[in-house]
């Protein structure tokens, strides 16, 4: 079974930043897609940032263009969201997802979603 496990969420003030990290484990041929989504109190999940593989072709939400970036290191399984200029309305629950192909053989084409880690904003 593939997990996803996430760190690097917490406290940090406005204009902080902040780097969270995001790594599979298990039986992997190939990841896809990784992204990163978050959800506020009261809102729905929205997407944040997301990488290809293919080409490293990036996405990122308006709110957030210019302040974060997404990357990847395909070695150690793990994608990365580096947040700088944080501001209090990106106070949110962050959300990896990979889409990837999953062993044992045969393998097959899964999406799998990490625990989340709480990201505040705040003075």
């Known amino acids: 079974q593939v997990q996803l496990v996430e760190s690097g969420g917490g406290l940090v003030q406005p204009r902080g930043s902040l780097r969270l990290s995001c790594a599979a484990s298990?039986?992997?041929?190939?990841?896809?897609?990784m992204g990163w989504y978050r959800q506020a109190p009261g809102k729905e999940r929205e997407l944040v940032a997301r990488i290809t593989n293919n080409g490293g072709i990036t996405n990122y939400a308006d709110s957030v263009k210019g302040r974060f970036t997404i990357s990847r290191d395909n070695a150690k399984n793990t994608a990365y969201l580096q947040m700088n200029s944080l501001k209090p309305e990106d106070t949110a629950v962050y959300y990896c997802?990979?889409?990837?192909?999953?062993?044992?053989?045969?393998?097959?084409?899964?999406?799998?979603w990490g625990q989340g880690t709480l990201v505040t904003v705040s003075s």
């Open positions: 298990g039986s992997i041929f190939g990841i896809n897609v």
């Open positions: 997802k990979f889409t990837l192909v999953a062993g044992p053989i045969p393998y097959k084409y899964v999406e799998v």
